[in-house]
């Protein structure tokens, strides 16, 4: 069936440099891409997101690219910081009309930044 | 700042158990979830709420399961009979508006069956 999935299981980063964690995605029907920060022992926590009639968002030192001709979607963090340690997972939805937003999930990447 | 809340945050059973996780959304949100992450896996969506009633669930979400709210506050994920294989972090989400994708998490309840 369609799913989300990630490049890189892991990546370390040297602090002050900047982070591209990779998605790809095969419903191209969805409606928004978002990318989510899951730190040890608590819940994901949402970073940005981006519809799917978009290219580009940029948030605070986050930006997230949606390719749809690959279908593939990354996360840029720039001057990465300690802080920005966690599991980052990429989330696909669609709406259903239902009233609400089911979130499909990648299977996440963690980042590791090297003081 | 509003933050969604869920208790207990650990919760041991024994197999065939009843149970029930408890989750305090954010309070003028109005569509609620519940997601599960088994360990080491990816978040997997359960069940969305609103306006007192399901919105959509999973094929995970069958009849041994079933969520209310039974005030105006609480939203519950209840477990009639558990299994092993149910062993995992259970998160509730709530959102604000319906063309929102933007959820917030709680910590979640780390449920272990044995």
């Known amino acids: 069936g369609e799913s989300v999935g990630l490049h890189l299981p892991t990546l370390s980063v040297q602090e002050g440099d900047n982070s591209i964690i990779n998605c790809a995605y095969s419903?191209?029907?969805?409606?928004?891409f978002i990318w989510y920060k899951q730190e040890s022992g608590k819940g994901p926590q949402f970073i940005i997101d981006?519809?799917?009639?978009?290219d580009k968002r940029q948030g605070q030192r986050v930006t997230v690219l949606l390719n749809k001709t690959v279908k593939h979607l990354s996360l840029q963090i720039a001057a990465t910081q300690p802080g920005d340690s966690a599991v980052y997972f990429c989330?696909?939805?669609?709406?259903?009309?239902?009233?609400?937003?089911?979130?499909?999930f990648g299977k996440g990447t963690k980042l590791s930044v090297i003081p | 700042e509003p933050e969604v809340t869920q208790t207990p945050s650990h919760q041991v059973t024994q197999m065939g158990q009843e149970v029930i996780l408890r989750c305090v959304p954010i309070?003028?949100?109005?569509?609620f979830y519940w997601y599960r992450q088994i360990l080491g896996q990816k978040v997997e969506f359960l069940v969305s709420?609103?306006?007192?009633?399901?919105?959509?669930k999973s094929e995970i979400f069958d009849d041994q399961f079933s969520v209310e709210r039974p005030d105006g506050s609480n939203f519950t994920l209840k477990i009639r009979s558990t299994k092993l294989e149910d062993s995992a972090m259970y998160f509730c989400?709530?959102?604000?508006?319906?063309?929102?994708?933007?959820?917030?998490f709680g910590p979640g309840t780390r449920l272990t069956v044995t």
């Open positions: 419903n191209s029907a969805s409606d928004y």
């Open positions: 309070s003028n949100h109005l569509y």
């Open positions: 981006i519809r799917s009639n978009m």
């Open positions: 989400a709530s959102s604000i508006l319906t063309g929102s994708s933007e959820q917030y």
């Open positions: 989330a696909e939805t669609l709406y259903s009309g239902a009233g609400s937003y089911q979130l499909t």
């Open positions: 709420f609103y306006n007192n009633e399901i919105s959509e």
